[in-house]
């Protein structure tokens, strides 16, 4: 029997517009290095075998050093770099393009935003145990724990929502290679608003797994996320 191979994209092509800062997110720095790098070095230290496809936009022009700085640490990493597309979705799909010819429909993609640097080793060992061998896939998420409620357009409460069995959808999130490029590639052309992947699988009837993760898996979007990354990076290590 063989076994299927694992692909990693990191999709990193956004310009971080709601962070408002003088770089896009993914290179401010981070633990002494860039948020970018964290990201992909976490990546790699879990899945060493796993090459790592990076979306980019094309006006990047941070990406040299900051893959320079990841070989030297990493010498065994394997950086593919292709192009981003104007959304994250066209950003990931762009991978999976690059990946025709390699990777075989039942293979996997794991897909995890480079602005999650927080992922634990833990969390991405679970996310593949529990999955490996689902014929479709999943993703983290993280149960709601607060009061849910819905607004009208002025803010005005319309109604509490039941918040059982309702979740974040974090990343990773990791789907056979075959039905995540063909579910994206549908859903792009029907002019779906695609803003993870498993939402594409659900629009072409598939159910992916919920496999639940740890809060602080954030996604740095504002500024403030940055120093709670720093601290919760640090937390982690001491922990
Ligand atoms: N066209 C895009 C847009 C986003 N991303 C990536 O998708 C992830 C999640 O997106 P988000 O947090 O929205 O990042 P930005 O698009 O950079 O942020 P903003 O929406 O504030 O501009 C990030 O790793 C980002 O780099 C991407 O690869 N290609
Ligand atoms: C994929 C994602 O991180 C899941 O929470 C998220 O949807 C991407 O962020 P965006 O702000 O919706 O682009």
Known sequence: MTTAALWC???AAGIG???????????????????????????????????????LHPQDHWWPAAAE???????????????????????????????????????????????????????????W???????????????????????DAQNQVLGTVDRQQLWHALTPQIFRYGLLKAALQQALQQGLTITDEASALEAAGYQPLLVTGRRDNIKITHPEDLPLAELLLQSQQQG
């Open 9 to 11: 994209v990191l999709p």
């Open 17 to 55: 517009q709601r962070m408002a800062a003088d770089r896009p997110k993914q290179y401010l720095p981070l633990q002494g290095r860039t948020l970018l790098e964290v990201t992909l070095q976490r990546l790699h230290q879990a899945f060493p075998a796993s090459p790592l496809y990076i979306p």
């Open 69 to 127: 700085r990841l070989q030297q640490h990493c010498p065994n990493l394997q950086l593919v770099p292709v192009p981003g597309g104007q959304e994250r979705a066209d950003s990931v799909l762009s991978a999976l393009q690059a990946l025709e010819g390699l990777a075989a429909a039942d293979d996997w993609v794991l897909v995890h935003d480079v602005a999650r640097p927080c992922v634990t080793p833990t969390d991405l060992h679970n996310l």
């Open 129 to 151: 145990s529990q999955l490996h061998h689902h014929p479709v896939g999943g993703l983290l998420a993280a149960p709601v724990a607060d009061t849910m409620k819905r607004s």
